[in-house]
């Protein structure tokens, strides 16, 4: 509706509408120097709510973050809220933010929004990581929770989380329901955070929850097995985040001594001044590892995601997600079967980019693993929904390094999974033995593993669609081989496309579409126990065609090598890369 609308009456809505003086004076003098290309890029489309959230560059504008957007995004949401959630009034909202540039105006224009309207705010007072949102609106039986954080994106951006009275980030029909309410609700009611600091609606129960996040932690920390007490000494960094605080306290709460810090990056700082992309599974190693200890453990900004690396020998391995989550699972496996109970009623999931090492770990030892779209929001929507079911289900990640532990956050937490890495290190220490040798020796028992994932670069949309036209050829003829393999199964999750050639007679997807084109192969060779997924999607933020590339065997060198042959077929029969003019990273 916007491309039609002549550019000037999109700037004078935005001059008429935004309260805050600044951002309105940064759209005056756009207009008075008439730089019509910047306005075009931030005044021609809207910002896009959706099961994300909302996440952008923080500037004037309608495609952007800024006070405005916030305060429309928290009208159309609490209305949405009030007309589908029982109580809301009375329940409440948990708010929380991180240290970004705006964070704390932007929780206190949201706690405003929400007040406006009389329904209870519970307003975090100061940082807080991620995971006490919806630790607290579980907690707390609130109605719903809003985290302004942008997790690892760089310093210029911000976001706004949503998650719902169940304590899990939303899914369809609500992430649609919401934008439709946004749009319902544009004209500001709320102008500045006054209505917060007096009312009676706003509560301050940090402390309280904050103390319950902790024995939730203790209770984990008393159901992971410990093999006995070791002197290891851990470097830990929060990539200039919130973790800081948090994670101390965890290493408190299991009975260690304290890290070193990266002091560089120990405090929050929303210029990030070490690094332009605060990804701790990239900069945070390298910087942490020059301390001399044998593990390094890191959060992103927000502490929801972890990586970690092990100094064997000399030489530094950084662990991959995949990885992280087979010995996460693998522990978490040993705990439960230690407790004596069922090992039937045992469940965990993971997306269904990631490894296939904890399935084949569930098919030997008996529990059951469940796979799932990307996202924790279908994470924690499938846990909850396996619960239901009669299992437990204390496990769940997905290979971007996101990990949930336990039942009192169904969303990832990367102080719950710092913690358990760190007790999971020290009790293999004082055996003789590392996290590395372990992870063989999971090799070694359920097949090597090992992943390949990458990403073409398209920016023409008709490239794309014809390449996915290719691969599928007509209807569903999908390609029968790649790489010397032969293909067992095909799932197509593309909405218009939803095909399961497991799923005889209606060969209809267990798994929800996507809009956007994602599809997974299974292939096999016929001479060997050789074997690899491939999943390929189009990104819905970024001009790329994605593949997430996974092999295993019984033999490494082969499983290596087959990796290879099947990204080159990929490369040059499925994609025709150099005729598409596709780019590598």
Same mark, same amino acid.
């Given at each position: 509706?916007?491309?039609?609308?002549?550019?000037?009456?999109?700037?004078?809505?935005?001059?008429?509408?935004?309260?805050?003086?600044?951002?309105?004076?940064?759209?005056? !003098?756009?207009?008075?120097?008439?730089?019509?290309?910047?306005?075009?890029?931030?005044?021609?489309?809207?910002?896009?709510?959706?099961?994300?959230?909302?996440?952008?560059?923080?500037?004037?504008?309608?495609?952007?973050?800024?006070?405005?957007?916030?305060?429309?995004?928290?009208?159309?949401?609490?209305?949405? =809220?009030?007309?589908?959630?029982?109580?809301?009034?009375?329940?409440?909202?948990?708010?929380?933010?991180?240290?970004?540039?705006?964070?704390?105006?932007?929780?206190?224009?949201?706690?405003?929004?929400?007040?406006?309207?009389?329904?209870?705010? !519970?307003?975090?007072?100061?940082?807080?990581?991620?995971?006490?949102?919806?630790?607290?609106?579980?907690?707390?039986?609130?109605?719903?929770? =809003?985290?302004?954080?942008?997790?690892?994106?760089?310093?210029?951006?911000?976001?706004?989380?949503?998650?719902?009275?169940?304590?899990?980030?939303?899914?369809?029909?609500?992430?649609?329901?919401?934008?439709?309410?946004?749009?319902?609700?544009?004209?500001?009611?709320?102008?500045?955070?006054?209505?917060?600091?007096?009312?009676?609606?706003?509560?301050?129960?940090?402390?309280?929850?904050?103390?319950?996040?902790?024995?939730?932690?203790?209770?984990?920390?008393?159901?992971?097995?410990?093999?006995?007490?070791?002197?290891?000494?851990?470097?830990?960094?929060?990539?200039?985040?919130?973790?800081?605080?948090?994670?101390?306290?965890?290493?408190?709460?299991?009975?260690?001594?304290?890290?070193?810090?990266?002091?560089?990056?120990?405090?929050?700082?929303?210029?990030?001044?070490?690094?332009?992309?605060?990804?701790?599974?990239?900069?945070?190693?390298?910087?942490?590892?020059?301390?001399?200890?044998?593990?390094?453990?890191?959060?992103?900004?927000?502490?929801?995601?972890?990586?970690?690396?092990?100094?064997?020998?000399g030489k530094w391995v950084t662990f991959t997600g995949d990885q992280l989550g087979t010995l996460f699972a693998y522990h978490v496996f040993e705990a439960y079967k230690a407790s004596n109970k069922p090992i039937g009623k045992l469940a965990m999931v993971a997306s269904t980019v990631s490894s296939k090492m904890v399935e084949a770990m569930a098919q030997i030892e008996g529990f059951r693993f469940v796979d799932c779209l990307t996202g924790f929001k279908f994470i924690g929507n499938t846990a909850l929904d396996l619960v239901q079911a009669g299992y437990e289900v204390p496990f769940g990640y997905e290979e971007a390094i996101g990990?949930?532990?336990?039942?009192?956050?169904?969303?990832?937490?990367?102080?719950?999974?710092?913690?358990?890495?760190?007790?999971?290190?020290?009790?293999?220490?004082?055996?003789?033995?590392?996290?590395?040798?372990?992870?063989?020796?999971?090799?070694?028992?359920?097949?090597?593993?090992?992943?390949?994932?990458? !990403?073409?670069?398209?920016?023409?949309?008709? =490239?794309?669609?014809?390449?996915?036209?290719?691969?599928?050829?007509?209807?569903?003829?999908?390609?029968?081989?790649?790489?010397?393999?032969?293909?067992?199964?095909? =799932?197509?999750?593309?909405?218009?496309?939803?095909?399961?050639?497991?799923?005889?007679?209606?060969?209809?997807?267990?798994?929800?579409?996507?809009?956007?084109?994602?599809?997974?192969?299974?292939?096999?060779?016929?001479?060997?126990?050789?074997?690899?997924?491939?999943?390929?999607?189009?990104?819905?933020?970024?001009?790329?065609?994605?593949?997430?590339?996974?092999?295993?065997?019984?033999?490494?060198?082969?499983?290596?090598?087959?990796?290879?042959?099947?990204?080159?077929?990929?490369?040059?029969?499925?994609?025709?890369?150099?005729?598409?003019?596709?780019?590598?990273?």
């Open positions: 509706m916007m491309m039609s609308v002549p550019l000037r009456d999109l700037v004078n809505e935005w001059l008429r509408l935004d309260p805050n003086e600044s951002t309105r004076k940064d759209v005056e !003098y756009l207009w008075n120097t008439n730089a019509v290309g910047e306005l075009e890029r931030r005044m021609r489309t809207r910002i896009e709510f959706g099961t994300a959230g909302l996440r952008g560059k923080m500037e004037a504008g309608w495609s952007r973050m800024n006070d405005l957007i916030v305060i429309q995004a928290s009208q159309g949401l609490c209305a949405y =809220v009030l007309d589908h959630v029982e109580n809301a009034p009375i329940r409440g909202v948990v708010i929380g933010h991180d240290h970004r540039h705006n964070s704390e105006r932007w929780a206190q224009l949201t706690a405003a929004a929400f007040i406006a309207n009389n329904v209870k705010v !519970y307003l975090h007072n100061g940082l807080v990581h991620t995971p006490m949102v919806p630790f607290s609106v579980k907690a707390l039986k609130a109605a719903c929770g =809003v985290m302004i954080t942008a997790s690892h994106n760089p310093k210029q951006d911000n976001g706004y989380k949503v998650y719902w009275e169940n304590a899990v980030q939303i899914i369809g029909p609500h992430d649609v329901g919401i934008a439709q309410s946004i749009m319902q609700h544009l004209e500001p009611r709320v102008h500045d955070v006054s209505q917060v600091i007096d009312s009676g609606l706003c509560i301050d129960c940090t402390e309280e929850m904050k103390k319950a996040y902790f024995h939730s932690l203790s209770n984990l920390r008393a159901k992971m097995l410990s093999f006995g007490e070791s002197s290891v000494v851990f470097v830990n960094t929060s990539m200039h985040g919130v973790g800081d605080l948090f994670t101390s306290k965890a290493f408190e709460i299991i009975g260690f001594s304290p890290y070193t810090p990266v002091k560089e990056q120990q405090h929050p700082d929303p210029e990030f001044p070490t690094v332009k992309f605060p990804n701790p599974e990239e900069k945070a190693i390298a910087t942490a590892n020059e301390k001399g200890a044998p593990y390094v453990l890191a959060q992103d900004p927000d502490a929801d995601r972890f990586s970690a690396a092990e100094n064997c020998d990990y949930m532990f336990g039942s009192e956050i169904r969303d990832k937490d990367g102080v719950a999974a710092t913690m358990v890495f760190a007790q999971l290190a020290a009790s293999l220490r004082a055996r003789g033995a590392t996290v590395s040798a372990h992870l063989q020796e999971l090799y070694r028992r359920y097949g090597y593993f090992e992943t390949s994932n990458s !990403y073409f670069i398209c920016t023409d949309p008709l =490239v794309i669609e014809n390449i996915f036209r290719k691969i599928r050829s007509s209807g569903r003829s999908y390609p029968s081989s790649i790489g010397g393999l032969q293909i067992r199964s095909v =799932v197509d999750l593309t909405e218009g496309h939803g095909y399961d050639s497991t799923n005889a007679p209606t060969y209809q997807p267990k798994l929800p579409l996507s809009l956007g084109h994602m599809i997974q192969f299974r292939a096999s060779s016929d001479s060997d126990d050789s074997r690899i997924v491939l999943t390929i999607r189009t990104s819905g933020t970024e001009p790329k065609i994605k593949y997430y590339l996974e092999g295993s065997g019984s033999n490494r060198q082969a499983v290596h090598s087959l990796l290879g042959s099947v990204v080159d077929d990929l490369a040059e029969d499925w994609m025709n890369a150099a005729e598409n003019g596709l780019g590598r990273p």
